[in-house]
């Protein structure tokens, strides 16, 4: 019996992947439908987490008399009370943001994200 390597064998009595999926009829990569629908939950998702959060943390900042722990250290200044606001808002920003885009704008920034990173490690 003669063992082959298996570069030997792929190259010799089998299709790459992409080719024998071609064969099929079928593809490596999901509908570009697909991609776009999960950016529109994650954001949504967002935006309720922020909302979730942020009601409490908006009467927190209304009350007057309210206290935020802070490094569990008790505070009433509004520089604790609009930090503990922080959160939440950057939360919806992020799910607004993700829900609203398009494919072409998440597409272009993948590209970007790409001639980044292959300008700093040297794709």
Do not use: W
């Amino acid at each position: 019996m003669v063992f082959y390597p298996s570069s030997l064998i792929l190259t010799n009595y089998y299709l790459p992947l992409s080719e024998a999926l071609y064969e099929l009829g079928q593809s490596m990569f999901k509908p570009q439908r697909t991609h776009l629908k999960f950016p529109k939950i994650i954001g949504f998702v967002f935006v309720c987490i922020g909302v979730l959060i942020g009601y409490p943390a908006l009467e927190v900042v209304l009350e007057p008399n309210a206290t935020v722990i802070v490094n569990g250290i008790e505070r009433q200044d509004m520089e604790a009370k609009i930090f503990a606001l922080l959160i939440p808002i950057l939360l919806i920003i992020v799910g607004v943001v993700l829900s609203l885009s398009n494919g072409s704008s998440i597409s272009s920034f993948n590209k970007l994200r790409d001639e980044i990173y292959s300008g700093i490690f040297g794709k």
